[in-house]
C-alpha cells in the first residue's frame, strides 16, 4: 500500500507552539497510512534521530524566503520533487502566498494552512 506523503513545515528547534503541535500530529498518525515528513530553517533539531529513527524525514532549508527569495524557492521545490501529496503549512511567520505558489506549480493536491 502507497502511504500518503504529508510534509508538515515549518517546525523549529523547540517544543513549543507549531513545532509541538506538528511534532503531536505526527506522534498520532497511522504511519503504517501515512508518511509524515518535515521542513526546517533551523540548522539542526536537538529531537531529530526521534524523528529519524521512525523513517520520517527532515528537510533543512537555509534560508528564509525574506532573505533570498530564489534560494528559498529552489530548496523548497528541491523538497517537493520528492513527491508530497500533501503540504501541512503553518502560517503564523508567513507574510505571502509563496509557499502556496510554489506547492500549485509543483502539483500538491493538497495544502492544508494552519494559522
Request: glycine residues 4%.
Given at each position: 500500500?502507497?502511504?500518503?506523503?504529508?510534509l508538515q513545515f515549518p517546525i523549529a528547534n523547540s517544543f513549543?507552539?507549531?513545532?509541538?503541535?506538528?511534532?503531536?500530529?505526527?506522534?498520532?498518525?497511522?504511519?503504517?497510512?501515512?508518511?509524515?515528513?518535515?521542513?526546517?530553517?533551523?540548522?539542526?533539531?536537538?529531537?531529530?534521530?526521534?524523528?529519524?529513527?521512525?523513517?520520517?524525514?527532515?528537510?533543512?532549508?537555509?534560508?528564509?524566503?525574506?532573505?533570498?527569495?530564489?534560494?528559498?524557492?529552489?530548496?523548497?521545490?528541491a523538497i517537493l520533487d520528492e513527491g508530497y501529496d500533501v503540504?501541512?503549512?503553518?502560517?503564523?511567520?508567513?507574510?505571502?502566498?509563496?509557499?502556496?505558489e510554489i506547492c500549485k506549480r509543483k502539483g500538491v493536491k493538497?495544502?492544508?494552512?494552519?494559522?
Amino acid at each position: 500500500m502507497n502511504r500518503i506523503k504529508v510534509l508538515q513545515f515549518p517546525i523549529a528547534n523547540s517544543f513549543g507552539g507549531i513545532t509541538h503541535y506538528a511534532l503531536d500530529n505526527w506522534k498520532w498518525m497511522d504511519k503504517e497510512q501515512f508518511q509524515c515528513d518535515f521542513a526546517t530553517m533551523s540548522k539542526k533539531l536537538d529531537f531529530a534521530d526521534e524523528i529519524l529513527k521512525t523513517g520520517s524525514k527532515i528537510h533543512y532549508i537555509s534560508c528564509y524566503a525574506e532573505e533570498n527569495r530564489e534560494k528559498f524557492i529552489e530548496e523548497f521545490n528541491a523538497i517537493l520533487d520528492e513527491g508530497y501529496d500533501v503540504v501541512h503549512l503553518h502560517t503564523k511567520q508567513w507574510k505571502s502566498f509563496l509557499v502556496e505558489e510554489i506547492c500549485k506549480r509543483k502539483g500538491v493536491k493538497k495544502v492544508i494552512v494552519h494559522a
